[in-house]
């Protein structure tokens, strides 16, 4: 069956620092992936979207890569602030199934000043 | 525009009885998602539609029903509740494949 692994749980980083966070997949061959960040109580929020074909994106502080030979995306966060603290969630869609968006169990981040 | 609008917030059930969990959006979107989301794992899909009148199952569709009779619409149906389905949910929408999915405020169901 799918799945997909964001690799730890929490992450604890000081401010000003690079945040990284993974995300792997297995029995998939995704079209496109997609991260969103959640904040307490709230509905998850978009960030960024890149497709098969494409190795990196970038929005303002945020970077991400996208490795199909590794089945595996990064997701940087430059110049961390306090403000960035929240679960971030990886997201997977297209491949085999229309329309099926499927989500990582996300990491949470904490950043410290 | 209002985005994707879930009612009720909250709510709680007794076991074996049933509920209508509404979702809906304003902004002509074709794909329309219901997620559950219990503490430390992530969001699980249970069903979605890519348009009126389809829907298919997700990861895990066991004991909810859903229908999709007009592209606003997609409410999730649980029949008999159980203390198993005690859980946030959460509905999105997209237009299509390649777009971002927006959510609604999430609906925390809890079965006694």
């Known amino acids: 069956s799918q799945k997909i692994e964001q690799n730890s749980e929490a992450l604890n980083i000081q401010e000003g620092k690079t945040a990284t966070l993974t995300c792997n997949y297995t029995n998939y061959s995704p079209a496109y992936l997609q991260w969103y960040r959640q904040d307490p109580g709230r509905g998850p929020v978009f960030l960024l979207l890149?497709?098969?074909?494409?190795k990196e994106k970038r929005k303002e502080r945020l970077k991400v890569t996208f490795d199909t030979t590794l089945k595996q995306s990064l997701f940087h966060i430059t110049a961390s602030q306090p403000a960035d603290s929240a679960t971030y969630l990886c997201?997977?869609?297209?491949?085999?199934?229309?329309?099926?968006?499927?989500f990582g169990k996300g990491t949470k981040l904490s950043v410290k000043p | 525009n209002a985005g994707v609008t879930q009612t009720p917030k909250f709510r709680i059930l007794k076991i074996g009885q049933s509920m209508t969990l509404q979702c809906t959006q304003d902004m002509n979107h074709n794909y329309m998602y219901w997620y559950r989301q219990d503490p430390g794992m992530g969001l699980k899909l249970i069903y979605y539609s890519v348009g009126a009148g389809i829907t298919d199952k997700g990861e895990v569709p066991n004991g909810y029903n859903v229908s999709r009779s007009t592209t606003e619409d997609f409410p999730l149906r649980l029949e008999l509740a159980a203390p198993s389905q005690t859980s946030v949910y959460f509905c999105a929408s997209r237009k299509g494949q390649h777009t971002e999915a927006f959510f609604g405020q999430g609906t925390r169901l809890t079965v006694v």
């Open positions: 890149i497709r098969e074909n494409e």
């Open positions: 997201a997977l869609g297209g491949g085999g199934s229309q329309g099926n968006l499927i």
